[in-house]
Every structure is written in C-alpha cells, then in structure tokens.
C-alpha cells in the first residue's frame, strides 16, 4: 500500500515537472545558477527520453548511461579524527558516474574530467549512444547532456526525470561509485 502511494506521488510530480516543463525556453549557453529548477522540454542536438525509453535503451546494452548528480564535498576544516561519510548514490545499474561535471561553468581540471570519463565510458566510440541523467528537475544533466554535444559527441540522450524517474516505476538502482578525479 505504501509503495503504490509512493510510486502514485512521485509519478505525479514527474507529470507536473513535465507539464512545466513545457513553459521553460532552451538558454542559449549553460544554466550557471538555480540547477534544482524545472528545465526546459527540449535540448538542441539531443534526443530527449523519459523513463519507458530509458529502460528500453538500458536493457538493450546499446548505450553508456551517464550520471552527474554532485557530490557533496568533505566539509573542511573536520575535527581531526572525525568521521567523514560520503551521503551514498544509487544510480541506474552500469552507469559511470561522473559528479559535478553539470555546473555551468567547469574549471579545467574539471572540464578534463568530463571529457576522459566520457572517452573511457565509451571505450573512444564517439558515435556511441550517451543517456544523461540526474534527478527530476536538474539542470545538471541538461547541461552535461549539452557539453557532450559540444565536445563531439553526435548520439545524446537527456534523460530528464533520472533516478526519480527510474524509482518512480521500481527500476532497479544500484550503489555508486563516482570515477575517481586526478589526485583522488
């Protein structure tokens, strides 16, 4: 019973997300600020899927499934001896997760780390099919879906409604492990 209301409410907020969707307008650049907002229904250049798409895709194995979701940084200036706990992520299964590569502007290191973890998730195909995804209402993913285009990358896919979407239906989710950064 709790999970029915539970897949019942986060399918209405994908709905509403969706229908408000609608109303928002492609930025000519990268959105630099507000990323938990709602996002347009377009990406010029990117085919844009939902959720029975996505899994379609998944399960076929003809596609590298990209997430960006950040991930919070260790505070600075901890107490010596104290425990830090990353907060965990749970991603669609085999994905590469390559967090804070959906920001607006990059530093370059950053930018670097984008552009490798690409490469290696798809093994230097190019043409490869690239599914892009955060959460619901995340600008992150429009972004990085948005500079895959541009560094060349001719076969994207935004996934707008991301794991919110995916859990939505009860698609599996798996533990994540971000690709590491140089120096980590």
Not at 24 to 51: C, F, Q
Not at 95 to 118: H, K, N, Q, R
Request: charge should be neutral.
């Amino acid at each position: 019973m709790i999970r029915a209301a539970v897949c019942f409410a986060l399918a209405a907020i994908s709905l509403a997300a969706q229908a408000g969707a609608a109303e928002i307008s492609e930025p000519e650049g990268y959105r630099l600020e507000d990323y938990r907002a709602p996002t347009p229904a377009t990406l010029r250049g990117a085919k844009v899927i939902h959720t029975a798409e996505a899994e379609r895709i998944w399960r076929s194995r003809k596609a590298t499934f990209v997430d960006v979701m950040p991930r919070p940084p260790r505070p600075r200036n901890l107490p010596e001896g104290t425990v830090w706990r990353d907060k965990p992520r749970s991603n669609i299964p085999d994905s590469i997760w390559l967090p804070d590569t959906g920001y607006g502007e990059l530093a370059p290191s950053m930018a670097d780390y984008f552009a490798t973890g690409l490469e290696k998730a798809t093994r230097g195909d190019r043409a490869k099919l690239l599914v892009v995804y955060c959460i619901a209402d995340c600008w992150m993913s429009w972004n990085a879906a948005k500079r895959a285009l541009a560094l060349g990358y001719p076969n994207v896919a935004w996934y707008p409604e991301g794991t919110d979407g995916w859990l939505g239906v009860l698609l599996p989710l798996k533990d994540a492990t971000p690709e590491p950064r140089p120096g980590d």
